[in-house]
């Protein structure tokens, strides 16, 4: 499993999915989190929300995330991503990451 978690520090999960300053990608196997990198969130980058959106989603395809971990998504974000067989699941505002990804470790141990 890849899980994708928007952030802006690193340590806690983002207010805004699409604000963040950037996403956390961690890779899971057997119970263990085996990868975790830090992306710039495209979005950032001067554009139209139209354009921002699409190069979330660029990012995450290519990392093939599996499953979304956030506190907080725009219903369009939200149908974009399941139309990829990309699960959301919703956190607590300021959750730490390193709780979610053991949480995620344990589901597929």
């Known amino acids: 499993m890849i899980v994708g978690i928007p952030t802006d520090d ?6 805004h999915f699409g604000r963040s300053r950037s996403f956390l990608i ?6 263990k989190v ?5 992306y710039e969130n495209p979005h950032n980058k001067e554009s139209d929300d139209q354009v921002g959106h699409g190069r ?3 990012l995450l395809t290519d990392n093939k995330v599996g499953k979304v971990v956030c506190f907080n998504l ?4 939200q ?3 399941e139309s990829l067989k ?6 607590g505002l300021n959750s730490r990451i390193d709780e979610i990804l053991k949480e995620e470790a344990a589901r597929t141990h």
């Open 10 to 15: 690193g340590v806690t999960v983002s207010e």
């Open 26 to 31: 961690a890779k899971i196997e057997d119970g």
């Open 34 to 38: 085996v990868s975790r990198n830090l």
């Open 56 to 58: 979330v989603l660029k």
């Open 74 to 77: 725009n219903p369009r974000m």
């Open 79 to 81: 149908g974009n991503l």
């Open 86 to 91: 990309i699960k959301v699941e919703k956190s």
